[in-house]
């Protein structure tokens, strides 16, 4: 059974730069969450998709954060212009449809802003 | 605004004794509650749910009671091992819309051997 999994584990960028994070969920989850956890915090909410449609945004999300789910597998995160503020883990779940079925994790991407 | 809370930050237990974990939220609408596991750099592991429907759910050494009259959820851990160790969340999700999960902010449990 593979479990959801999340490329690349650690990133570290220059402020300013670009990056983007992928996640693949487990195959037959056609739900999927996009989360990020700073220090002492638990983990926030950024975004949700259905199959491909992105059906929810936090407002945590700025303009420069965009999540895709082309073909309703994988997703990817992009952050443009990062700034110091951004660097968290990043964390994407998935589960499958129905009403209280429970998201299972990936080990994150941790995100370092310089 | 903090909907759902975990006041104590850590918690150290003996191993082979109790340990119990608490947790408390404010919205009405919640419906459905979890419990993670977080290990350093990795992600949080499912552990246990309950639906606010029962106020009991068992599984081996774990235990999740919920007072939906206090919104207040607890975790038990009998008997505690050091293995337990780590970050615990709790979650909260309503039962609508896109089932997104609020966390509290982590309780960390140390089990002294």
């Known amino acids: 059974d593979t479990g959801v999994s999340q490329n690349p584990r650690h990133k570290i960028t220059k402020r300013g730069q670009n990056v983007t994070f992928r996640c693949d969920p487990i195959?037959?989850?056609?739900?999927l969450y996009w989360y990020r956890q700073t220090l002492g915090q638990g983990p926030e909410f950024l975004t949700y998709?259905?199959?491909?449609?992105?059906?929810?945004k936090s407002r945590l999300l700025s303009d420069r954060f965009s999540a895709e789910r082309p073909k309703g597998s994988f997703s990817t995160l992009e952050i443009q212009r990062t700034e110091q503020g951004d660097s968290a883990m990043y964390l994407c779940?998935?589960?499958?449809?129905?009403?209280?079925?429970?998201?299972?994790f990936g080990p994150g991407t941790r995100l370092l802003v310089l | 605004d903090q909907q759902v809370k975990q006041n104590s930050p850590s918690l150290s237990v003996q191993e082979g004794r109790i340990s119990i974990l608490n947790c408390d939220y404010t919205?009405?609408?919640?419906?459905?509650f979890l419990w993670y596991k977080k290990y350093p750099a990795e992600g949080p592991t499912f552990l246990i749910s309950?639906?606010?429907?029962?106020d009991k759910n068992e599984d081996g050494r774990f235990t999740v009671f919920l007072n939906k009259s206090a919104k207040h959820l607890s975790l038990h851990i009998v008997p505690s091992q050091p293995g337990d160790s780590a970050v615990y969340f709790c979650?909260?999700?309503?039962?609508?819309?896109?089932?997104?999960?609020?966390f509290g902010t982590g309780t960390r449990l140390k089990v002294l051997a």
């Open positions: 195959s037959e989850h056609n739900r």
């Open positions: 998709f259905q199959n491909e449609a992105q059906l929810e």
């Open positions: 779940a998935s589960r499958t449809g129905g009403n209280q079925e429970t998201q299972y």
């Open positions: 979650a909260a999700s309503g039962s609508s819309g896109t089932y997104k999960y609020i």
């Open positions: 309950i639906s606010s429907i029962k």
């Open positions: 919205n009405s609408m919640f419906d459905y």
